[in-house]
């Protein structure tokens, strides 16, 4: 978990905090794995697939696929072998928030501070688009 997971823990109803630390679990994706990914199938967009980003992962494949992916997919993945961690973090602090918003404490008048969106979308959670109360 995250220092910003646990951070938004102290926002959570009590009763209801097992459940946003089982959600969390659920919902949120290792680095190691996404590194991983990045390493050995990041050429074609493999992490991207596994992060949520599936346009950007077929454009990818598509790119590389294609013979233009020497000029597009190889920097790419170059760069993203370096910055997968940190946007796998930025993903887990905002699916954290949004699990939050569901458990947050009626009598609690502050609403949780809101991350940036990882790369302008929203998780999936759920098999739906998460609902929050802001």
């Known amino acids: 978990m995250t220092p910003y997971a646990q951070m938004l823990l102290a926002y959570v109803r009590p009763e209801a905090q097992g459940v946003y630390a089982y959600e969390y679990e659920r919902y949120a994706k290792d680095s190691a794995v996404a590194l991983v990914l990045t390493i050995f199938f990041g050429i074609i967009g493999g992490e991207s697939y596994y992060i949520g980003d599936w346009k950007r992962g077929v454009w990818m494949t598509i790119a590389m696929f294609s013979g233009i992916g020497m000029f597009i997919s190889v920097p790419l993945w170059i760069a ?19 699990i939050a918003c569901r458990y947050v404490s009626q009598t609690n008048a502050v609403q949780p501070p809101q991350p940036a969106p990882p790369s302008g979308k929203r998780p999936v959670i759920g098999g739906l688009p998460m609902v929050t109360r802001a």
């Open 80 to 98: 993203r072998c370096f910055t997968i961690q940190g946007e796998c973090e930025s993903y887990n602090d905002y699916v954290a928030w949004l």
